[in-house]
């Protein structure tokens, strides 16, 4: 079984309030553990007998889900990096830490999902399908990539659902906003924010972010060891 820290606290009032949001709980919050369930479904085999993974990158895409932000109605993309139902996505994506979301898997089935984790620092966002033991992409190492080597991104641009484009690894490249990002051709189209960029292995090493807007094929993904980090108290569970 896992684990989930719940936070309680008083408000001005006198109130009881609890939250498992360390981000939104005061400094004198207190602690409590709880044991999470069992998983009551395995999704990672209900989605694998519909859609048999015949490549390292079909298993990937099996992990990928469509992010659909419900009072914007605005479309990314998100993938599972831990089989607990963590989710990746962008920040722009998911707009509101407060809001409701549906994601959709490859084979039609829909959930709703309540409440995201924010980054401060990167346009990066962390969800949480709970219950259910999920399909997940594995981490790459990023030290391994040479120039040159393949890539993949794996999304939904303009609502084309699991789509993948290749490319090849270019270069790390800091931006304006203090990021180093990981440059690729792999095509990164409105809708594909949020999707994994991963290797012919399978294996994920950054999140898919943004594309040059003067110019074709110049695209841009988040370091997956910073999304790991950053939501390490989370996903180290």
């Known amino acids: ?3 989930c820290q719940i936070y309680k606290y008083k408000d001005e009032k006198g109130n009881w309030c609890f939250t498992d949001s360390g981000t939104s709980a005061p400094a004198n919050a207190e602690v409590e553990v709880l044991t999470e369930p069992e998983p009551v479904l395995d999704l990672r085999s209900k989605i694998a007998e519909k859609f048999p ?5 079909e298993e990937a895409r099996n992990a990928t889900v469509l992010v659909l932000n419900e009072s914007a ?3 990314g993309t998100g993938f599972f990096i831990s089989p607990r139902g963590y989710i990746i996505t962008n ?3 998911a707009g509101d830490p407060n809001g409701a979301y549906t994601i959709v898997f490859i084979e039609g089935t829909e959930f709703r999902i309540h409440g995201a984790e924010f980054s401060d620092k990167y346009d990066i966002a962390l969800l949480r399908l709970k219950g259910y033991k999920c399909p997940f ?3 790459g190492n990023l030290r391994e990539l040479a120039i040159g ?3 993949y991104a794996i999304g939904m641009p303009k609502a084309l659902m699991h789509s993948v484009t290749s490319g090849i690894y270019s270069s790390l490249r800091p931006l304006d906003d203090g990021v180093t ?4 051709n792999a095509q990164i189209n409105a809708g594909n924010s949020g999707g994994p960029l991963v290797t012919k292995e399978g294996r994920v090493v950054g999140v898919n972010t943004l594309k040059r807007a003067d110019a074709e094929g110049i695209g841009f993904a988040i370091p997956v060891n910073l ?3 950053e939501f390490k108290r989370h996903l180290a569970k």
């Open 181 to 184: 990002y990981i440059q690729t």
């Open 53 to 57: 993974p015949k490549n390292a990158l």
């Open 73 to 75: 109605r605005r479309l």
């Open 1 to 3: 079984m896992g684990f």
């Open 91 to 93: 920040r722009h994506v």
């Open 137 to 139: 992409i594995e981490q």
């Open 227 to 229: 999304v790991v980090d």
């Open 149 to 151: 080597d393949s890539l």
